[in-house]
């Protein structure tokens, strides 16, 4: 990045933020709201993009992540424990989750792997249905009252934006270079010495913590979740259309689709309630038609994504001497 445009670059984030942090106060409610919901999606979209994007396995059971943080939460909070003290436990379980389910998963690729892991998500919908003593069934589970929407407002923004600087130390490390050559060609990259399947579980374990911290956050801003909530078809498809809408493998991809998606979304919602889950299917087949790089890789704006160094996955692949490979 040269250094305008990195300059550039910071002010507007820094901008962005400050807007961020004053909007409660500028008497936007429903922004705040908003934007709430919003950053929740980028942290699962630009989470989900650690393996669906620098990996190149597409991950369709990322928000069983995202379910698991949340009941742990709200279990723990029911318990008597404070948030501060429930996410730490939510954070350990889908970790714990992340690496007891990656050695068998990824022992499968392509369409096998998707479905497997969409499989899982859809069973653990289920076990969470059945176990009413810990759970609340299909009924849901409800957390101590409370207004949180101001700490959470905050606590979510904290946590999309560390998931930010997570992806960008992940692509610039030896670590994420390695899951480029797994994704670019696998074979050649054990050949090459990289520990494949080491590294992959890594990766899963790694996209799993920012998605239970959002979950947790969630349930205790909303004070009830239900399975159909957190591990339904719907928060199940919605971080990965964004991801692949804006672009994977680089780091400002998710927050383009999570913009464009989330604004489409609650004006699909307003006009024609629940056709917004159509808007899934469509958004695929014309990706897969006119845009299959993604919004940010469109030809026009490629090169301002460029400048500013935003993290292009191929591009920092392809321009790093092979002799830092691990």
């Known amino acids: 990045m040269s250094r305008g445009g990195k300059k550039l670059f910071y002010s507007v984030v820094l901008l962005l ?3 961020l942090a004053a909007l409660p106060f500028l008497g936007f409610s429903y922004g705040v709201v908003w934007v709430f919901l919003l950053a929740v999606y980028f942290t699962l979209a630009l989470s989900y993009d650690i393996v669906g994007g620098y990996l190149g396995y597409m991950n369709l059971g990322h928000a069983s992540f995202f379910g698991l943080g949340a009941y742990t939460t709200a279990i723990l909070l029911n318990q008597g424990f404070n948030l501060f003290s ?3 436990g939510a954070m350990l379980l889908a970790a714990a989750f992340a690496a007891v389910i990656s050695y068998p998963l990824f022992r499968l690729r392509g369409a096998y792997f998707a479905l497997a892991t969409f499989g ?3 069973l ?3 076990l969470t249905n059945n176990l009413r003593d810990l759970t609340g069934g299909s009924g849901g589970i409800s957390t101590p009252p409370g207004d949180h929407t101001l700490p959470s407002y905050y606590l979510v923004l904290a ?6 600087v997570l992806s960008q130390i992940i692509a610039r490390s030896k670590f994420g270079l390695a899951l480029f050559s797994i994704r670019e060609d696998e074979e050649v990259a054990k050949a090459f010495g990289v520990p494949t399947t080491l590294y992959k579980g890594l990766a899963l374990i790694i996209s799993s913590v920012p998605a239970s911290v959002v979950g947790g956050i969630y349930v205790w801003h909303m004070t009830y979740i239900s399975p159909e909530s957190v591990f339904g078809l719907e928060i199940a498809l919605s971080p990965i259309i964004m991801a692949m809408l804006g ?3 680089i780091m400002i991809g998710p927050l383009v689709g999570a913009v464009f998606i989330t604004l489409v979304q609650e004006f699909l919602w307003t006009k024609v309630p629940y056709f917004h889950l ?5 958004v695929l087949v014309l990706l897969g038609r006119f845009m299959p790089g993604g919004l940010v890789r469109i030809r026009w704006i490629r090169p301002f994504i460029q400048r500013l160094d935003l993290g292009e996955a191929v591009d920092y692949f392809r321009n790093v001497d092979a002799e830092r490979m691990p």
Do not use: D, K, N, R
């Not at 946590?159 to 930010?164: D, F, I, S």
């Not at 159509?278 to 469509?282: F, K, L, P, Q, R």
């Open 247 to 249: 672009g994977t493998g």
């Open 86 to 88: 429930a996410l730490p």
């Open 159 to 164: 946590v999309a934006g560390g998931t930010m």
């Open 278 to 282: 159509a808007m899934y299917g469509t």
């Open 124 to 126: 653990i919908e289920v």
């Open 120 to 122: 899982l998500v859809s």
């Open 17 to 19: 933020w400050a807007f």
